[in-house]
């Protein structure tokens, strides 16, 4: 009933969809998998009206359409649940439900409160989910507010003549286990009432929800699976045009670390907040994993040890140094490097070219009475370009129109090229595709083997398991747990799990 | 053509384009004597606009800059007569002084730069007018020709002005292009967040920048008391619109990390031949500061970028 015909994107430089087909059956779940700059968000832009292609048509019930914008797509029932929450935290969940769509509500000028509860309990029941809708979002969790979401493009249902198609955008990334298996549970029911666009960069999710599977790789439509007749590895074949190595976490290159050191070293450490009495000590060569659900405060401590944020009580240690008044400047100093999840915001600076990018952090070893001796800086960022294998046109080039993976490359190299022999890593896979994933687990070995320290929050709990030497478990801003990882003695994921929920 | 990588270069082509279009219209314009003086004249807001560069490359503003012009114009004037050539020097630390209040007030006490240089701004003027007594200076012409007269004599037809201008935009090139500070100031602008992650101390950087940004503007305030021979607390009043336009449509925009002094340069220029072209086709002085609001409308609307202002208020 939703179909795309033939497709076509441009922008300069770039061809983003080369002549897509794409289309969703009544009811049906549709996954959609690509690594990074496959062209799979500008795919749902164009579906859910933020794009209009140059090329091709949007076909609804064999008329075509077109979208000026997203709220155009809406009323022809369209909905999209944006991976970046689209809620407003500090309305209630009914006005964000029917934030744009008050006037049916409206007598005489005025909103009638209770008439609008008693619709979004409607639309909440949809979606299962038993909350006062006088609530303030700020207050619901994350998957709760995930869920108002879902609630919120359902409404669609009862303004739109026709069929409903609801894309999800990555809408697992930061549920917890069972969180995931209820909202799969919920999107196969809701597929009465409409059909679903899946985009996920876990397959396994993908496999298990959808009923088939549009892989993308370069701008087109590569295969169409459907559900059971591939395995993930084919899947991801297809997706990177090459096998996934069998040793994908590089267990086999894990060595021992040295115990007999002390790189930093973290007694009784109290933060403003939940975060109490944190006690670890990471040694050289050693990967130390901080576990834990969002909000467990695993970044928090991360970000301590960095100096962003300022302990009430307890001492931080670093190669053997009691440090106070802790600032970036004097991590740094200290050789701490930090690779922040936000890659875009925190990690690189867009408009800044690559050599100017690594040489941020220690900008006072590529200068003399703060003249930059930028022939040093060029020839640095070249060596590292070569060495990380960046793909970079030059060390000219702007950061920002690097890929994910090259980007996360810079960030590694700015901290590796200056150094920093502490590495602490939140969420570095972040958004990359596998072929980038496995280049960041080679250099979290290379680091290893080189004898850097690392505290690592990964992006999923396998990750955790697979590269570290030590796991913390993190909850509710106390350590639960530590496990000891040494290969062929990792614990499970039920093992973990049992101590962070 | 795309107007993304149009972008860059609308500046210098508005410019020919501006040149072309005058000179056409009024046929002394292009005569070298009359380019020279043109030029000579701008000096003084070119030296602000130098200075504003600072402040709006690193994504704020200073709006202080025309009453720290004014202030400097009266210190000059009523201490020329006891310190000498060592006003000068005292101009400079004033206004380095109040823009480190300016980036303290902003970086400590997180108050927005159009607001904390608005309030130094009206500290300034409140300082110019009790130390001039709300009245216009004049400098004793003999002293001032013997201490400052070098700055605006003229070697052959060129006038001094003018090299005071190039020197300070070499000054101000060099750090932009090659000092740590100049970097420092492009990654604030740029991308703040990853900046303060990459251990650089943002803060002082802000602060360093609102002090030249300062420093900047006292350098315009004295170099325009010695060509007026005195000082007012009003007496530059009119300048702080077209020292942002002379920024704003060179190329840096509001929201900062690209553009720099040479766009700057540029847009000074422009300026230049605005309001030397309004003075031929007769619109009056009053009506001047009209053009230069829409202008400035006219370039920020061009050149701000988007995707770093998630809302406008």
């Known amino acids: 009933m939703y179909e795309l015909k033939k497709v076509d994107k441009k922008f300069p430089g770039v061809h983003a969809l080369k002549a897509v087909d794409f289309h969703v059956n009544r009811g049906e779940i549709v996954g959609l998998v690509g690594e990074n700059g496959a062209g799979k968000s500008t795919l749902m832009k164009v579906i859910y009206g933020a794009y209009q292609p140059d090329g091709g048509q949007i076909m609804i019930d064999g008329k075509a359409v077109r979208f000026g914008n997203p709220r155009a797509a809406m009323e022809q029932g369209i909905g999209m649940v944006f991976q970046e929450q689209s809620l407003i935290a500090n309305l209630t969940v009914m006005e964000n439900i029917f934030l744009g769509y008050e006037s049916q509500f409206v007598r005489f000028g005025v909103i009638n409160w209770k008439a609008m509860a008693a619709a979004a309990t409607k639309q909440l029941a949809k979606v299962k989910l038993d909350i006062d809708p006088g609530l303030v979002t700020a207050e619901l969790s994350f998957a709760q507010r995930q869920l108002v979401e879902l609630a919120k493009v359902l409404t669609l249902e009862e303004r739109v003549q026709g069929n409903l198609v609801i894309l999800l955008d990555e809408p697992t990334s930061v549920l917890a286990k069972e969180e995931v298996d ?46 059971g007749l591939k395995t993930v590895e084919q ?122 990018n690594m040489t941020l952090s220690q900008m006072g070893r590529h200068s003399r009475g703060g003249v930059l001796r930028i022939a040093g800086e060029r020839a640095l960022a070249r060596e590292w370009i070569a060495r990380l294998s960046i793909k970079a046109s030059s060390e000219m080039a702007d950061c920002g129109n690097l890929s994910g993976g090259n980007q996360q490359k810079v960030v590694l190299a700015k901290w590796r090229s200056g150094g920093s022999d502490i590495m602490l890593l939140d969420h570095p896979t972040r958004g990359l595709d596998i072929g980038a994933k496995e280049d960041v687990y080679d250099m979290i070995r290379d680091m290893s083997e080189a004898g850097v320290g690392i505290v690592l929050v990964a992006d999923t709990l396998e990750e955790a398991i697979g590269l570290s030497h030590t796991i913390i478990v993190v909850k509710d801003g106390a350590i639960q747990k530590q496990f000891d990882c040494a290969v062929g003695a990792k614990p499970s994921l039920y093992d973990l799990l049992h101590y962070m929920i | 053509m795309d107007f993304q990588r149009f972008k860059p270069h609308l500046p210098w082509i508005t410019l020919v384009v501006l040149v072309a279009f005058v000179g056409m219209v009024d046929d002394t314009f292009l ?61 400079l630390l004033v206004g380095f002084g109040f823009g480190m209040v300016s980036g303290y007030v902003t970086t400590r006490l997180l108050v927005p730069s159009f607001i904390s240089t608005l309030a130094v701004g009206g500290v300034a ?56 500070l100049g970097r420092a100031l492009k990654a604030v602008g740029a991308g703040e967040p990853a900046a303060a992650a990459s251990g650089i101390n943002v803060a002082r950087y802000k602060i360093l920048a609102f002090a030249i940004s300062g420093t900047l503007a006292a350098t315009a305030g004295l170099l325009f008391a010695v060509k007026l021979s005195g000082g007012a607390p009003t007496i530059a009043n009119g300048f702080l619109l077209p020292a942002i336009v002379a920024v704003l449509v060179g190329g840096t925009p509001l929201t900062g990390g690209v553009g720099g002094v040479l766009n700057t340069a540029i847009g000074t220029l422009i300026v230049a031949v605005i309001r030397s072209s309004m003075l031929y086709f007769n619109i009056q002085a009053t009506q001047q500061q009209m053009v230069f609001g829409l202008v400035l409308i006219g370039a920020i609307a061009l050149t701000i970028d988007r995707a770093k202002l998630r809302t406008v208020k």
């Not at chain 1, 088939?212 to 590569?222: H, L, T």
């Not at chain 2, 004599?153 to 006038?159: D, E, F, L, M």
């Not at chain 2, 190039?166 to 060099?174: M, N, S």
């Open chain 1, 235 to 356: 899947i991801q074949h297809k997706m990177v045009g090459r096998n996934v190595d069998k040793e994908y976490y590089r267990e086999q290159r894990q060595k021992p670390f040295d115990a007999s050191q002390e790189l930093v070293k973290l007694a009784h450490v109290d933060l403003v907040g939940r975060v109490k009495d944190i006690n670890l000590t990471l040694h050289p060569g050693e990967v130390l994993c901080l576990v834990g659900t969002e909000g467990s405060g695993r970044e928090a401590i991360l970000r301590t040890i960095y100096g962003m944020r300022t302990p009430v009580g307890g001492t931080i240690t670093i190669k053997g140094q009691p440090v106070s008044g802790l600032s970036p400047q004097g991590a740094v100093a200290r050789g701490v490097g930090y690779v922040p999840r936000e890659r875009k915001i925190e990690g690189i600076v867009g408009g800044m070219t690559v050599y100017e």
């Open chain 2, 31 to 91: 005569r070298p004597a009359n380019l020279l003086s043109l030029a000579g004249d701008i000096v003084p807001l070119f030296i602000m606009a130098l200075g504003l560069t600072f402040a709006i490359y690193i994504g704020g503003i200073d709006l202080s800059a025309q009453s720290m012009a004014n202030l400097i114009t009266v210190v000059a004037s009523v201490y020329l007569a006891s310190f000498g050539w060592g006003v000068a020097v005292l101009c």
């Open chain 1, 182 to 227: 209820l909202l799969f549970k919920l999107v196969r029911e809701l597929t009465s009432r409409a059909s679903f666009i899946f985009v996920s960069h876990r397959m396994d999710e993908v496999m298990e929800l959808s009923d088939r599977i549009y892989v993308m790789k370069d701008g087109a439509v590569v295969d169409v699976v459907d559900r």
């Open chain 2, 125 to 180: 003027f409140s300082l110019a007018q009790f130390l001039s007594g709300q009245r216009a200076l004049n400098m004793d012409a003999a002293q001032r020709d013997a201490v400052f007269g070098w700055m605006i004599g003229k070697t052959g037809p060129v006038p001094n002005e003018l090299f005071i201008a190039a020197g300070l935009l070499a000054i101000t090139l060099f750090i932009e292009r090659r000092t740590t």
